[in-house]
């Protein structure tokens, strides 16, 4: 499954009310700091993140509170938005999950998002530059930055000092992807010690859960 589908996939989950067209209209950024929020809730606040540093190999570990990512995340900006590059005026929207879906490369992504191109004498405008097509990208980026997130990354072996891009989209479901088997684990000893029925022992709060698991282990 790309990653906007899975994207989607666990929003749709978290959000049964929201018709799912809806999500998949998110700009990507917008629907990402939903992503955060949902994995905070369930999770914890804190995204640990692994990595390793492309100078000495050492391997480190990057404590995110998900809140400061969220922060990162503009209150909805009007669309369409505009750029004015050395003559050109672009109007756009910022891209959003169903656009990288049907999108098959770069330029069919930009397409979709260009609603309308015109020079300074109001002529359209049908190829964009490289160079303003760049500049688009960076108010894409600005417009809606949790869209890209770069984590500055400093070694603590060797002082090497990088970033490194955050696919929240992929990062969360890989998080909720090794948190679903641990969930059913406590599941299955809560359900097989007490008889209790899975959809109640999933209707305890974590902290519950834990409890009783430790009093298991006593
Ligand atoms: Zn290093």
């Known amino acids: 499954m790309p990653a906007a589908s899975r994207a989607l ?22 629907r990402d700091a939903r992503l955060l929020r949902l994995r ?9 993140i692994e990595t ?12 995110v509170p998900g809140a400061d ?9 009007p669309e369409p938005l505009r750029l004015d590059h ?6 756009f929207r910022l891209p959003t999950s169903r656009d990288l879906l049907d999108a098959t490369d770069a330029d069919g992504l930009l397409r979709r998002c260009v609603l309308e191109a015109h020079d300074s ?23 809606d930055p ?17 970033s490194d891009v955050l696919d929240v989209a992929s990062f969360v479901w890989a998080e909720f992807e090794a948190w679903a088997p641990r969930l059913l684990r406590d599941v ?17 709060s974590a902290w519950r859960r834990g409890q009783y698991l430790q009093l298991l282990d006593a």
């Open 86 to 91: 050395n003559g050109t005026t672009v109007t």
């Open 146 to 162: 949790l869209a890209e997130v770069d984590l500055a990354m400093t070694c603590v072996a060797c002082g090497h000092e990088w």
């Open 40 to 48: 905070e809730r369930t999770l914890g606040p804190a995204l640990e």
């Open 121 to 143: 004498n109001g002529e359209p405008v049908a190829d964009l530059g490289h160079e303003v097509r760049a500049a688009l990208a960076q108010a894409m980026a600005e417009a």
């Open 52 to 63: 390793r540093c492309p100078a000495c190999d050492e391997r480190l570990e990057l404590t």
């Open 188 to 204: 299955h000893r809560l359900a097989s010690a007490y008889g209790w029925a899975e959809r109640d022992v999933l209707a305890m």
């Open 69 to 77: 990512l969220r922060a990162a995340s503009p209150a909805a900006a």
């Open 9 to 30: 996939l666990l929003l749709g989950a978290a959000h049964p009310d929201e018709p799912p067209g809806a999500l998949a209209a998110l700009p990507v950024g917008r």
